[in-house]
């Protein structure tokens, strides 16, 4: 291991929108770690929210914090037991890593595991970073052929595939997807991978809905000019992607009978559910954290071509560029997903 007398580029959240490109050793992988040369990161409405608050719900920043957590690169070195993952390989990294032992990963609910360590929430350190090392069950190797832009918008679209699963879309499925911001336009373009053959998306800003008519086949509706009860759609699923509670409760009104509903974006903490829809269509209501076991599916998605990631990369930022990543879409209504490149 010559890297551990390097030192690295590592941009760091200092205070609420206090943000400097520091230097720090290269770090050292555990014996079950591998160290990971960082080429490209997505951001995220929860990196913003950090950068703009200091906190997101209950995580709150008390330390110096490097954001984002959706990321990939290649692997330049291996802990002392890493078997598995050569170096050189381009991988996927997958930003959450639990205990492996409790009650929640023992059922394989992993993503609920209480002792979860995930990039970029404190007090674990993200991927705006030169490099960065993590366990090596939790590098998925991709194909030649994705991009990096790609590989590191699998996390993102892990959200989506998790969507799709506790929703149980099955082939011929009618969804409803409220906000076509990036989290709403991989659920639809995941919801028709998973065999949805009608999907109606809606959101209040023109350039993102022509967006989702662009990336899948989709009806586009701007729910600011026309109210969603209006439009007579019925579907079996919501996918709640906006995170605002009067759009969510107005879309759980057109759901049918034996629906489903999953919140899937972040919003307010409460919302007027109309519970006598919900049970007298013994709708069912649930919600999203994270994901467990998607890499696979999503890389496949993204290979095969079913899911197009790079068309949502319209803004891209070198390490000392994170402020400006993380306040573009708030500046710019065309920015669908900034990414960072930590090697620039
Ligand atoms: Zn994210
Ligand atoms: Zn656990």
Redesign the pocket.
Same mark, same amino acid.
């Given at each position: 291991m010559t890297e551990s007398t390097e030192s690295m580029r590592v941009s760091v959240l200092r205070a609420v929108e206090d943000v400097v490109v520091e230097r720090r050793p290269v770090p050292e992988p555990g014996p079950h770690e591998v160290l990971v040369r960082v080429s490209a990161v997505g951001t995220c409405g929860s990196d913003t929210h950090y950068y703009e608050r200091g906190r997101v719900g209950e995580f709150v920043v008390r330390e110096p914090l490097v954001l984002g957590h959706e990321a990939s690169g290649t692997i330049v070195a291996r802990g002392s037991e890493v078997t598995g993952r050569e170096p050189g390989t381009r991988v996927s990294l997958e930003p959450g890593v %639990?205990?492996?032992?409790?009650h929640?990963?023992r059922s394989g609910r992993?993503n609920l595991? %209480?002792?979860?360590r995930f990039f970029a929430t404190p007090p674990v350190d993200g991927a705006f970073s030169e490099y960065v090392t993590l366990h090596e069950q939790f590098v998925h190797p991709v194909p030649e052929d994705l991009s990096d832009e790609a590989a590191a918008l699998i996390e993102p679209l892990s959200v989506a595939v998790w969507a799709c699963r506790k929703a149980r879309i099955a082939p011929g499925a009618r969804v409803l997807v409220t906000g076509a911001g990036p989290v709403g336009l991989l659920a639809a373009q995941a919801a028709r991978a998973f065999g949805a053959t009608e999907i109606v998306v809606t959101d209040v800003v023109d350039h993102r809905l022509r967006t989702a008519e662009e990336l899948v086949c989709c009806t586009a509706v701007n729910v600011r000019h026309r109210p969603l009860s209006e439009f007579g759609y019925e579907p079996d699923v919501l996918l709640e992607c906006s995170g605002n509670p009067t759009a969510a409760a107005e879309a759980v009104r057109t759901v049918g009978r034996a629906g489903r509903v999953v919140f899937v974006g972040m919003g307010g903490d409460e919302l007027p559910l109309p519970l006598s829809h919900v049970q007298t269509r013994e709708i069912e209501v649930t919600g999203t954290f994270r994901y467990a076991n998607t890499w696979p599916t999503a890389i496949a998605l993204a290979a095969s071509g079913a899911v197009e990631l790079d068309r949502l990369v319209t803004h891209r930022f070198g390490l000392d560029g994170v402020p400006e990543a993380l306040t573009a879409s708030a500046r710019d209504e065309t920015v669908v997903k900034a990414v960072v490149y930590p090697q620039e």
């Open positions: %639990p205990c492996l032992a409790c929640e990963c992993y595991c %209480p002792g979860v």
